[in-house]
């Protein structure tokens, strides 16, 4: 799989996403044939530090993954803080710390403990920034520029390049491209094997003799090194000022083969209450990932545990990636935004009511459905089934005092234009609303009734009341927000029997083929169900990937070009004024009297 993982501060979150079985020991393992252990080629940043991961097979232990890996049991368990408890499980996912963590974390254990508060381990490139900053700056006089090392034999012709990714150095690219260090070393005209991640490499052609000539001005004049990493985070508007429209066009448009996305989400990872919802939010993320990779597609991870402040996503991941999936709440996005206000996209995975930060944030997604976009679309759909001779009921809880909710679902119906009759009554009433229920009803349409009220007790009420009705020889259909579906005093025969219609944003076909495949490799790699979560994790990252994939850095341009049904959900991202985007994706389903849940394509 090409995908690579960086992975802060969420140890637990990597293993909490696999369910472990009884643990095995050091000696029990030496007594069972150990199966064979192949080296992951998959790696993951945790704390800062790289590790594989490593997904256990049939009859592996922890002596022999110790074993292949060149480690000990007790370096596997320090990765693992919850193993010595659960044990190893098949097809669980472990992290096998690589030599270099190993070296850090000793590091870390000599030094003397501090009374100041902890720092997170710092990446080398971030390391060598900060010593930049550190460093006195010398700034050379204009007129005296500094020359660049001139180099001979080298054509006129395109160089080809290369992107440096974080885990390689300068023998892994040599070997890639078939030269040899020192070819490379020459062509970019490099003093040291130290390379920065995304740092640009000119490849020399195999055999090709490149010589350098040392510059004829004092090398204490040289520009620094932190000039040259200004020069080369110049957005892509600056780099291409001077070109024409055309090249642009081609260079914004072109399809991209690696894409860069930060996931920031509250897993309190390092605490004993794990976020569920978020941990299998982010488990189909990963699974997203690895689909993707398949296709070709190679997406570089980010993933950062909001909840723990020792390990802050920084500005420049932000900068860097293409999407940002996440904070979860409206506060969390909001500090984001202020934070690093650019045009970057970053998308609001779970909240519903964080719709209006597309009204002031350039490049802002709210995925989530709002609810005022549900309600709009029931009371057109109800517009829509309306005929001849029905009525339209409109039915309320007298007394009660009217949340956000209820208040914007009332503003809509009041103002749909519809003909309706207002019932409102309390539920002490009881069964004794029956009567003068009934004789605002039709005996020969459809009785088509919305029901505005987030109280179960009332709807449930309401329900039971409609039911009584229908027994009386009275056609009714009834109409509710999509919060009807988590009430479970409500018997589901009697929403069946009113033909329950619901306008939501998430709906899950289970006789869907997708979904099928979905839940087959979900099981597969994670041993247990995929929650609702899940499925919304999978749907974002697999939608906003292969936009930012197909579309290139102007994939936003296109968004409302592409509405997508997605698993769970649809996309249908709008632009408001503000340039922010919210989905206006709508499911429409019915609950049959054949007991069935139909989802009205």
């Given at each position: 799989m090409n995908s690579r993982y960086f992975i802060n501060a969420?140890?637990?979150?990597?293993?909490?996403i696999s369910l472990f079985a009884a643990a095995e020991s050091f000696t029990a393992a030496q007594e069972y044939a150990n199966g064979p252990v192949t080296i992951s080629k998959e790696k993951v940043r945790v704390n800062g530090k790289v590790c594989y991961s490593h997904i256990v097979k049939e009859k592996q232990t922890l002596y022999s993954i110790a074993k292949a890996y060149e480690v000990s049991v007790e370096d596997i368990y320090n990765f693992n803080p919850n193993l010595k408890e659960t044990g190893l499980k098949k097809n669980s996912i472990i992290l096998v710390p690589s030599p270099e963590a190993l070296a850090q974390s000793e590091k870390t254990a000599e030094k003397p403990t501090a009374k100041s508060v902890a720092k997170p381990v710092a990446k080398p490139a971030e390391i060598e920034e900060t010593k930049k900053k550190e460093e006195p700056t010398i700034e050379k006089p204009a007129e005296k520029p500094a020359e660049q090392p001139a180099v001979k034999n080298v054509s006129d012709k395109k160089r080809?390049?290369?992107?440096?990714?974080?885990?390689?150095?300068?023998?892994v690219i040599a070997e890639k491209y078939e030269v040899t260090v020192d070819a490379l070393m020459k062509a970019n005209n490099l003093t040291g094997r130290k390379l920065s991640k995304?740092?640009?490499?000119?490849?020399?052609?195999p055999g090709e003799v490149i010589e350098t000539m040392a510059p004829e001005t004092d090398m204490s004049e040289t520009v620094p090194e932190a000039t040259t990493v200004q020069v080369d985070t110049l957005t892509a508007a600056d780099t291409l000022a001077a070109a024409d429209s055309t090249e642009a066009d081609e260079w914004f448009n072109r399809p991209k083969d690696e894409v860069v996305v930060t996931l920031i989400l509250p897993m309190k990872a390092s605490t004993e209450n794990a976020s569920r919802n978020n941990l299998d939010f982010y488990s189909g993320v990963l699974l997203a990932v690895r689909d993707i990779a398949e296709t070709g597609i190679s997406t570089e991870l980010n993933v950062y545990d909001s909840s723990d402040s020792s390990h802050?996503?920084?500005?420049?991941d932000i900068r860097n990636s293409d999407v940002v999936i996440g904070p979860v709440s409206g506060t969390d996005l909001s500090?984001?935004?202020?934070?690093?206000?650019?045009?970057k996209a970053v998308v609001s995975p779970l909240d519903p009511r964080a719709e209006s930060l597309a009204q002031s944030n350039k490049g802002f997604f709210q995925a989530p459905t709002p609810h005022k976009i549900q309600y709009t679309d029931l009371i057109n759909w109800v517009r829509e089934d309306m005929m001849e001779g029905d009525t339209l009921l409109v039915i309320s809880e007298k007394g009660a005092r009217p949340n956000e909710s209820v208040a914007v679902m009332s503003e809509i119906i009041d103002s749909s234009g519809l003909a309706f009759n207002r019932f409102s009554y309390s539920i002490l009433e009881g069964r004794d609303v029956i009567e003068p229920l009934?004789?605002?009803?039709?005996?020969t349409g459809n009785n088509r009734v919305l029901i505005v009220s987030d109280s179960e007790a009332f709807v449930n009420d309401v329900v039971r009341n409609l039911n009584i009705l229908l027994h009386q020889k009275l056609n009714v259909t009834l109409y509710a927000p999509s919060k009807i579906r988590s009430y479970d005093t409500i018997e589901v025969e009697n929403l069946h029997n009113t033909s329950l219609h619901v306008s939501l944003g998430y709906n899950i076909d289970y006789d869907n083929p997708q979904i099928k495949n979905f839940l087959m490799k979900y099981r597969a790699l994670f041993n247990t169900e995929p929650s609702q979560f899940a499925y919304q994790g999978y749907d974002i990252a697999t939608y906003f990937i292969n936009m930012c994939s197909r579309y290139g850095n102007r994939w936003m341009k296109k968004v409302d070009e592409n509405d997508r049904a997605m698993l769970q959900s649809?996309?249908?991202f709008r632009k408001t004024d503000g340039e922010g985007y919210v989905n206006n994706g709508v499911r429409r389903i019915v609950y049959d009297k054949d007991w069935k849940i139909t989802e009205i394509k």
């Open positions: 969420i140890a637990k979150a990597a293993l909490a080809k390049t290369h992107t440096v990714k974080w885990y390689e150095d300068l023998d995304r740092q640009k490499l000119i490849i020399p052609e802050p996503v920084t500005s420049e500090r984001l935004l202020q934070n690093d206000p650019s045009p009934k004789s605002i009803m039709t005996a649809t996309f249908r």
